[in-house]
Nanobody, 128 residues
């Protein structure tokens, strides 16, 4: 099985920053030779929205246009984690944020259906 745990959600004022981390684990995960990690969010009444993804082996990244320059996805090879640094946060960024894993790829998938495993989500709330 594969488990993904998100860390770092919370309450922040508009203009502030948060850093989310995603830690995959599990016996099945340990057999993967290539995979990508993506970050998504879902606000009340809205569909799940892609934010950014990273291919683990090469560190290639892809961003939703609206978060370029504010959000940065990165990998930590030693810790085997992926982070999403979020700066200049706005109230409209308020949502549950999810990390997800797409197995067997070196690219940067953009769609929920391309991901095989999902974390439990972490709440991010941005106040005015």
């Amino acid at each position: 099985q594969v488990q993904l745990v998100e860390f770092g959600g919370g309450l922040v004022q508009a203009g502030g920053s948060l850093r989310l981390s995603c830690a995959p684990s599990g016996r099945t995960f340990s057999t993967f030779t290539s995979y990508a990690i993506g970050w998504f969010r879902q606000a009340p009444g809205k569909k799940r929205e892609f934010l950014a993804s990273i291919g683990w082996n090469y560190g290639n990244t892809y961003y939703k246009d609206s978060v370029k320059g504010r959000f940065t996805i990165s990998r930590d090879n030693a810790k085997n984690t992926v982070s999403l640094q979020m700066n200049s946060l706005k109230p409209e960024d308020t949502a549950v944020y999810y990390c997800a894993l797409s197995r067997g790829v070196d690219g940067t998938p953009q769609y929920p259906a391309e991901y095989d495993y999902w974390g439990q989500g972490t709440q991010v709330t941005v106040s005015s």
